[in-house]
């Protein structure tokens, strides 16, 4: 049986947990997937998360949109999740690639997010240099937040961080190189913000 080879499929997954940290959160999450517009994107929920799968325009798009609608609620909001690209066991008949490229969420509240990312430029023997140009760019961007074990932290206005991540890995994937995996982890509405809505 021949290896797995990674894929060149546009497919772009996001695999996610959403935490309301109140005792309402089956209302901020259905109320963030009702005021979501899904339909360019495949997605499945299970009893532990949720994955949504397509063109990688759409895939960031629902993910913001989901973000920030259940933030806009004014709750404590975590959201925890991995973007895949190129992943060996991925196929395109269940997903949504003959879509436009016309975005379907497009609310511009401001919002501030604090956020961790990783990549993860698989087998690529200078991921370093990889990692290393992205968090550059958010420093000069001006929304890079500090250096951490096995993370970096980036915040700011929603719109902005989630520009970034989306461009960081498109950035990060090489033909050579094609299969790609960045982790986010967002915390919005804290306490510990001192009390920021916008960036």
């Given at each position: ?9 546009p497919i772009v997954g996001f695999r996610f947990s ?52 259940a933030a806009k609620t004014g709750e404590h909001v ?122």
């Amino acid at each position: 049986m021949e290896p797995l080879q990674c894929g060149t499929s546009p497919i772009v997954g996001f695999r996610f947990s959403l935490h309301p940290m109140t005792g309402n959160f089956i209302k901020v999450i259905k109320g963030a997937l009702n005021e979501t517009d899904t339909s360019n994107v495949w997605m499945h929920t299970d009893d532990v998360s949720t994955v949504i799968r397509g063109k990688q325009n759409h895939v960031f798009n629902v993910a913001k949109a989901l973000t920030l609608h259940a933030a806009k609620t004014g709750e404590h909001v975590a959201l925890s999740g991995t973007f895949s690209i190129g992943c060996p066991g991925d196929s395109a008949g269940d997903v949504y690639l003959d879509k436009d490229d016309v975005l379907l969420n497009t609310d511009d509240t401001k919002q501030y997010v604090s956020s961790q990312f990783a990549l993860y430029p698989m087998n690529n023997p200078d991921y370093m240099a990889v990692i290393y140009r992205e968090v550059d760019r958010a420093k000069e961007r001006g929304i890079f937040n500090e250096s951490m074990h096995y993370a970096s932290g980036i915040h700011g206005d929603i719109h902005e961080v989630f520009a970034f991540y989306e461009e960081a890995f498109t950035n990060a994937r090489s033909e050579e190189h094609r299969h790609l995996v960045m982790t986010v982890s967002m915390s919005i509405n804290s306490p510990s913000h001192g009390g920021k809505k916008d960036a």
